[in-house]
C-alpha cells in the first residue's frame, strides 16, 4: 500500500536546488530541476554520503563525498564511483505543496 504525504511547499525548494526533509521517518532529497520536483532518497549507494548536501547538476544530483552522480528521475548512477541506482519517490504538487508517493516498504527502509 502506498500514500501521498506531504513533503514540503513547494516555494521551499528554489529552481536549481536540492534540500533534505523527512517523511513518516524516511529522510529524502527533495530537488527542484527547472520547475519540476525530484525527490530521491538522502544516502549515496556508494557509501552512505548524504545526497541532499550535493548540488543539483541539470536532472543530475552529485554526492558531496566522492562525487558520483544520479539521475534524479530513475535514480540510475550516472557517474563513479558509485554502481548501484538509488531509490527515487514519485511526487506531484497540489495547493503549493509537493507531496511524495511512500510505499509501506519504502517507510521501512
Ligand atoms: S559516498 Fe557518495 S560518492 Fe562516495
Not at 33 to 44: I, K, L, N, T
Not at 56 to 78: M, N, V
Amino acid at each position: 500500500m502506498s500514500r501521498w504525504i506531504k513533503l514540503a511547499s513547494s516555494a521551499q525548494v528554489k529552481a536549481g536546488k536540492v534540500k533534505i526533509f523527512e517523511a513518516l521517518g524516511t529522510r529524502i532529497a527533495l530537488c527542484n530541476s527547472g520547475g519540476q520536483y525530484f525527490a530521491v532518497q538522502d544516502v549515496c549507494s556508494h557509501d552512505d554520503g548524504p545526497l541532499g548536501e550535493g548540488r543539483l547538476c541539470g536532472q543530475e544530483i552529485e554526492c558531496p563525498r566522492h562525487g558520483a552522480r544520479f539521475d534524479i528521475r530513475s535514480g540510475a548512477a550516472t557517474r563513479m564511483p558509485a554502481v548501484v541506482a538509488i531509490r527515487v519517490f514519485k511526487t506531484k504538487v497540489q495547493d503549493g505543496d509537493v507531496l511524495v508517493e511512500l510505499e509501506d516498504e519504502a517507510v521501512k527502509a
